[in-house]
Structures are given as C-alpha cells and as structure tokens.
C-alpha cells in the first residue's frame, strides 16, 4: 500500500473523529450520518499490485464527510471557535502521523532491496551530502554508452544496440534463454541473454579505520569448487577445461579473465570485451550494502587475494574503454581504480594523466595534481611534468577572454615545459625516436650534449620514462605541442649555453626523487599501458596453453628424444593418467618440459619465454643446434 493512500485514510478518520466531537457539543442538532471509519491496517494484508484506486469514489466519500452535520442555524460563536480550533490540532497531528508513516515505510523498503540497490541508494545519499574527493566517480560517465551518445548521437547507438541485441538473440534461439538481470549497475549494462547472478560471491566489512572502510570478496562454496577446477586446468595448460567451467558457473571471474585474454591475442577483440564486461557485472553483484567506491572511502587492498581480480578486470576495461575511444569513460574507471587501494598495484597513476588529458579535463588534472597525496610530489613523475604543461597550454587556449590577472598567479605553459625538459631530458629523445618526430629541428636539438647524451639516472626513472612514451606517443603528433616542445626545448639550450649549473642542480633533484638502484616498479609491464595488441594465430595460441600430457610415475620426459616426444604425449592413456593426479602433483611435473623452438613463430617463443612452465632446455638446444651447423657445413 502506498504512504500516500495510508496518509489519506488517517486523515479521513481524524476528520470523522471531529465531526463526532462538533455533533456532541450541539444540543439541539440532528444525530450525524456518516460512513463507518476504515481501518487503515486492513489495507495492509493486501497485495500493493492489487490495490486500484477509485478517484471518483473518494471524491464523494470525502464530500460526505465535508458536508455540514449539524442543522440547526442559531450555532454558538463559542462552539466555532472551538471548532476552528480543534480543526487546526487534527491538521497537525494528521500531518505528524503521515511523516511517521512515510518513515515507516522507507525503513521497510530498505529493508526488502537488494544489497546492489541498497549500495546504490548509499552511494546517491552520498552524493547528495556533497562529498568532495579529487577520486570521485561521477557514474553517469562510468558507461561508455553515455558517452557514445554524447559523441554520435542517440539514434546512431541506438541502431548498433538494436543490431548487436538481434545478433546475440539469433546466437542464443533455440536454446535456453538467459534471465534477464534488472540490477541495476554502474559499471556496465548487463545484456538481456546473459545469465541471472548465481550470487557465488559476496563481500564484507573488515575494518573502518581513518573514515575509509576496508572490504574483501568472500568466496562461496560453489564458487571455491570452481576454483579448484580453474586451478588444475590452469597446471595442466588446458583451455577445454577451462572454458568448461564457465558452462556451470557462467560467472567465474578467473575463467572469464583467461577467456578474455585468448580471445584479444586471437583478434576477437569484442568478445573478449563481452567477457570482460561479465566479470564486472558479477563483481559488481557482490558489493557490500555499505560499499560506496565511487566516493573513493573504501578500499579493496591488493595483498588479498580474492581481491586482485577486480584490479586486473578494472585495468583491463580501462584499456578497453580507451580503444573505442570512449576517453572520459576510460578516466572514470582509472580513478575508480586509483581509489580502491592506495597502493596503486596496477599503475594507475601513470595513465590517468593521459586520459584527463583525451577527455580534455584539464581543470581536473591540475586539480588532481595540487590535492592527490603520494610518497612524491606527482610534478616529479615525467608522466604528469610534461601532462601539466600540457594542460595550462590548453586551460590558457580555454581562457584567453578571462582576466589576465587570474592567469599570472600561475606558471606559463612554456615554463613548466621547460621544467620538464630539464628534468627529464630522455623523454624527448625518446619521443623523437617513437612519434616519430622527422622534422630537421629535433635532429639539430638531439646533436646538443644535454639532450643526445642523456640518460635517466636509474633503473625506476628509466622504467617510467618508457611506460609514458609507450601510453601518450601519440599526443605529440599534434602540431600544436610540438612547436610548444620545440619552443622549450631552444630555451633550454640557450640557457644551459649561459650556465651549465642548471643541468647539474636537477640532475641533484632527480637522483634525489628516484634514488633506488633498483627498478620498483618492474611489476608494470610497458606492453600494458600499449593500445596496440599482438595477434597471434590459432595454433600458436593452442600451443601456448597446450597441455604436456604427463604421466603420474613416469620418468622425466626431458631425457626423451624430441622425435618420440610427441607420440609420447599423444597417448590417451597419458590423459587418462592425469585425471587421477593431484593438481600440486601435475604442476610439479609440467614445470620443466623442452619445448623444440626451430621452425617457431619468434614472437610467440618470446611469449613462451615468459611462463614459468616452459623449459627449452639450454644444453640439449645446444647439441642440436651444433649438429645443425655441421649438417650446413657438408
């Protein structure tokens, strides 16, 4: 039943209450005929659905009731005024018993939502407190939906949502239809023939601490079974298996991860996007009532480990976003990202200037940049030295009609470039090399010592100069921050010709900012801040998750001839035997097979190269390989 109509019936019976009270007063008048009182919890035992609503019957019921009672004209002032009186009370305590009702009935629709939706309604409330956070997620940009509508236009998305809905209905006719998800979400849209949430994963509280709540996902039952699946399919190399998982828990993430990845080195980059979408709709099922990460005070740290598949499915959405050019999207995920564990294990920080800069939300960054707290000033990482001079050589394009006075209080974009360049002198050389930059004046700007001869001071800086050429390269294609670079880089040249002290003072300050001899930050691979992705043929894929195929007791198959190698590992009764071995013992025994490299695609042995189950083995490679050469000799 509605508060509304809740309301209307304890009005109505306060109204009756008056009347009885005016007629009992009035000696000579005549005894009142009214409609019995209802009872306004009857009205409770029935379904809200059934309830229909007569407008013209309660009109007249309410002209019924408004309608003098009382006869007899010669009526006491004394008894008016009285009336009046009591009139305004029953107003009041009307009034009253409506709020509390409302409130009644707002504690009892919490209580029966959904843990998504009371997360949701938590986060909206707030939001509407004007939480400030440089972290905070607006979800209206979270969908690259939104953003797609803002760029082509309604009707072009709606006619590629319509023909992507009929191909997946097409895909799935004749079979059984999935159950439609109504959640509602803010990461992604959840497609209509996707599976209901099975609800294998959950989340809870573990600390408050600091105004910021500490969380971690929790693993039901059903889903730690699927995880020891996962877990000896993934030691045996075999993707069957893997992919067999998700045909009885069709949202386990570490599956649909694997599956992301074969599916993006095979080409099939929507899919693999589809499927990562799928990882954040189940993640994002499995939120805390309390968990509000779009305001950036919670956290998800990394060191647990049912934890890390959000960052990695995050990071991988991220790079998704970016490539259907969906920037502002793309920045919304980064900050989510940044925000659930200060730690920043994926390496956020190192792209969210990037994408600030694409979605053109230069007040955010300089903004980002004077309020985010970290172990260093953020103007000391060349990522954000040369992203700022960007960004004030735009904000001063933006505002070249406001005051100058308000401009002034600021350094000029030429300045802060020169910063930069002073700074870190190997990004330019760098930059030149992969722009790449094929003007004449980077080749006399590259012949001066300061630039040609410059290095990066240590392992970390180097590894951080590389990640930022590798993500924002492409930025300085643009004619308008060349000439700005080119600008920079003359005056740096005319004033280290003056004073060559300059170059030794932030040489000081770099070695100072980034002293370790060693490189902390060797857990982020520059391949994965790249847009470009290397595709690989079917049978090199099928190679890199072949399954070894050992026996349980049988003798290390590194001594075996590599011409009876194969055979061996093609037995069906080698198959049989490994469905009867420990996932432990399987690792263990995969852990050191050669693998022959001649007549091989170079980029998939590098691949190989990389997994620590794959062994070439060095002294028997050799012996081939100087046979080889005798053969070439005769």
Request: proline fraction near 6%; glycine fraction near 4%.
């Amino acid at each position: 039943m509605s508060a509304r109509l809740l309301r209307k019936v304890l009005q109505e019976q306060e109204e009756l209450k008056r009347q009885e009270n005016e007629v009992e007063e009035e000696v000579d008048s005549d005894s009142p005929v009214s409609n019995p009182p209802r009872n306004p919890f009857d009205l409770l035992n029935d379904e809200e659905d059934e309830i229909e609503v007569d407008d013209e019957a309660e009109d007249a019921y309410e002209e019924k009731i408004e309608k003098p009672s009382i006869t007899k004209a010669g009526a006491s002032a004394s008894s008016k005024n009285k009336s009046k009186k009591k009139k305004k009370k029953s107003k009041e305590n009307s009034n009253k018993a409506g709020k509390a009702v409302d409130e009644d009935f707002e504690c009892l629709n919490i209580g029966l939502e959904s843990p998504s939706q009371n997360s949701g309604k938590f986060q909206d409330q707030q939001m509407s407190q004007g939480t400030s956070s440089v972290l905070a997620v607006d979800p209206k940009c979270l969908k690259p939906e939104n953003e797609l509508r803002r760029i082509f236009g309604s009707d072009v998305v709606r006619s590629f949502e319509k023909d992507k809905k009929g191909g997946s209905s097409r895909q799935i006719r004749g079979g059984r239809r999935g159950g439609h998800n109504p959640r509602k979400t803010y990461l992604v849209s959840p497609l209509e023939h996707w599976p209901r949430w099975d609800g294998s994963l959950s989340m809870e509280l573990l600390e408050t601490k600091d105004g910021k709540h500490y969380f971690r996902y929790v693993h039901s039952s059903s889903y730690s079974q699927a995880q020891k699946t996962f877990e000896a399919a993934k030691a045996m190399h075999d993707l069957n298996g893997i992919a067999s998982i998700l045909q009885y828990y069709p949202y386990h993430v570490e599956s649909l991860i694997t599956l992301a990845e074969v599916l993006k080195f095979s080409g099939e980059l929507d899919q693999s996007a589809d499927a990562i979408a799928k990882c954040l709709f189940a993640l994002e099922c499995s939120w805390h009532p309390q968990f509000s990460p779009l305001q950036a005070n919670c956290q998800l740290k990394y060191i647990h480990d049912t934890n890390k598949p959000i960052f990695s499915v995050l990071f991988t959405h991220m790079l998704n976003m970016n490539r259907r050019g969906c920037h502002r999207s793309a920045l919304e995920v980064c900050k989510l990202l940044l925000s659930l564990d200060s730690d920043d294990p994926k390496g956020a920080m190192f792209c969210i200037d990037y994408f600030s800069l694409r979605a053109e939300e230069y007040s955010w960054l300089e903004r980002f940049s004077e309020e985010y707290i970290s172990d260093n000033s953020l103007w000391l990482y060349p990522n954000f030295s040369y992203s700022l001079a960007i960004c004030r050589f735009y904000l001063e394009n933006e505002s070249c009609s406001k005051s100058s006075a308000t401009e002034s209080e600021k350094a000029t974009p030429n300045d802060l470039m020169k910063q930069a360049l002073m700074l870190h002198p190997l990004v330019l050389k760098k930059l030149v090399a992969k722009a790449p930059l094929k003007d004449a004046a980077w080749t006399k700007i590259l012949q001066h010592p300061f630039f040609g001869s410059a290095q990066a001071g240590g392992p970390s800086l180097e590894h951080l100069i590389n990640i930022y050429i590798e993500r924002s390269y492409i930025m300085w294609r643009l004619p308008e921050l060349q000439k700005l670079l080119r600008d920079a880089a003359d005056s740096v040249i005319t004033s280290l010709d003056r004073s060559g002290s300059d170059a030794r003072d932030w040489a000081c300050v770099r070695k100072e900012a980034f002293p370790s001899d060693n490189n902390e930050y060797s857990h982020l691979l520059v391949s994965d801040f790249s847009d470009s992705v290397p595709q690989l043929p079917p049978e090199e894929l099928q190679n890199l998750m072949q399954d070894p195929r050992m026996a349980h007791g049988m003798p290390n198959v590194a001594h075996i001839p590599p011409e009876e190698l194969q055979n061996f590992l093609e037995d069906p009764r080698m198959a049989q035997a490994i469905q009867n071995m420990d996932p432990a013992e399987i690792h263990e025994a995969v852990a050191h097979v050669p693998r022959d490299v001649h007549n091989r695609n170079p980029l998939m042995v590098l691949l190989e190269s990389i997994l620590p189950w794959v062994d070439y083995g060095a002294a028997h490679d050799d012996n081939q390989d100087h046979g080889h050469d005798q053969g070439n000799e005769h």
